[in-house]
């Protein structure tokens, strides 16, 4: 299908490319032909345009983010209206976002390595505290809307559904099913900082186990699981994981938000600990069962056997002892040596 707008320019911006359609607006690849800089243009779905409330949060969000400063948010440059067209534009992220990473993972059959879980997880998690603290709750944090440049940065965007926390809502919003927390399955006005980061808590969850903790066929059905049945417990999915980690994730989905992390900050902290919790017993048990498997260097050879060698200790005699020793007892020494390495 031909679209009418690649090729067009607004003010100082050309379209170029899609990149993405939402279910208010679009987002396309565009140059900034002032400054010769990669641009995304983000644009209001004409279908929408004659509609106040819609209109209206697109034009706020783009305010609200406009005042923001933070790493983990994607910054927004300019907004108009421009020959019948609402939109804004922000940085273009060279990269991909979040679900196209974990979608490369499952075609892949394994999981993200913890070191990356841990790093995406402490941006979402900044990014979130910097939101509430503006007194603004997102209500649709996914992992398609969270965006990993080439060069290392995580980013959290999309911010058309959020709340100002001051000014309220109607209610009318529905986030979306796989991440979204009970109380916003039951009204959208609802919600509250810590729904933010039980939606946090399934793409963590996500990361740790390859699946979501709530599935089914239809929206209506899922967001129905959210509200009255208990998540899957981690471990079914991964067995590798630990029940300290198994027990931070399933406090992050806790139905009544009082028992959840209150900050993203929280959270986080409670995973990395739990995760080198487990690494450090995990080192601690294979250790001590290293130093049963391969006995201590003195204890591999036969007692006695290295005082009866002869002086001087460089002797040819010697020599031949100690290969001779060295050949039979070989697998012993190697054991000993790799798992000495590997623990030192």
Same mark, same amino acid.
């Given at each position: ?12 911006? &050309?379209?170029?490319?899609?990149? /993405?359609? /939402?279910?208010?607006? !679009? ?19 004409? &279908? =929408? ?6 209109? !209206? ?20 440059? =300019? ?55 503006? /007194? ?20 959290? %965007?999309? *911010? ?39 939606? *946090? ?16 066929? !239809? ?35 806790? @139905?009544?938000? @009082?028992?959840?992390?209150? !900050? ?39 007692? %006695? ?22 050949? @039979? ?14 623990? *030192?």
């Amino acid at each position: 299908m031909n679209d009418p707008l690649i090729g067009k320019q607004l003010g100082n911006f &050309r379209i170029e490319r899609l990149l /993405g359609q /939402g279910g208010m607006a !679009t987002v396309y690849y565009g140059q900034d032909v002032k400054l010769h800089r990669p641009v995304a243009i983000k644009i209001l779905d004409k &279908r =929408y345009r004659k509609h106040p409330a819609y209109a !209206t949060r697109f034009v706020n969000e783009a305010r609200m983010m406009a005042k923001w400063r933070h790493e983990n948010i994607i910054p927004i440059f =300019y907004a108009d209206d421009s020959q019948g067209w609402s939109y804004y534009v922000m940085e273009h992220i060279d990269g991909q976002d979040l679900a196209a990473y974990l979608d490369s993972h499952h075609y892949q059959a394994n999981l993200p390595a913890i070191e990356d879980v841990l790093r995406i997880g402490q941006a979402i998690a900044n990014a979130l505290d910097y939101a509430q603290k503006q /007194g603004v709750i997102h209500r649709d944090v996914k992992p398609s809307n969270i965006l990993l440049s080439k060069d290392g940065r995580v980013l959290l %965007g999309d *911010f058309g559904m959020a709340l100002d926390m001051q000014d309220g809502t109607q209610g009318t919003t529905f986030g979306t099913p796989h991440y979204i927390s009970p109380e916003q399955a039951r009204r959208s006005s609802d919600v509250v900082p810590q729904s933010d980061l039980y939606s *946090f808590g399934v793409i963590l969850y996500e990361m740790l186990t390859g699946t979501v903790p709530f599935d089914d066929v !239809t929206p209506e059905e899922i967001a129905l699981k959210h509200i009255a049945q208990p998540p899957r417990p981690p471990r079914s999915a991964n067995q590798n994981l630990s029940k300290e980690v198994e027990t931070v994730l399933l406090r992050a989905l806790e @139905k009544n938000p @009082k028992n959840r992390y209150q !900050t993203g900050a929280e959270l986080i902290s409670a995973l990395t600990a739990s995760i080198k919790k487990k690494r450090l017993n995990k080192k601690s048990i294979n250790y001590h069962h290293s130093l049963q498997a391969h006995p201590p260097f003195n204890a591999i050879f036969p007692q %006695g056997k290295l005082s009866n060698l002869k002086r001087p200790l460089n002797s040819a005699q010697n020599n031949r002892q100690l290969l001779l020793l060295a050949t @039979k007892h070989a697998k012993k020494i190697t054991g000993f040596m790799e798992s000495s390495l590997f623990y *030192f």
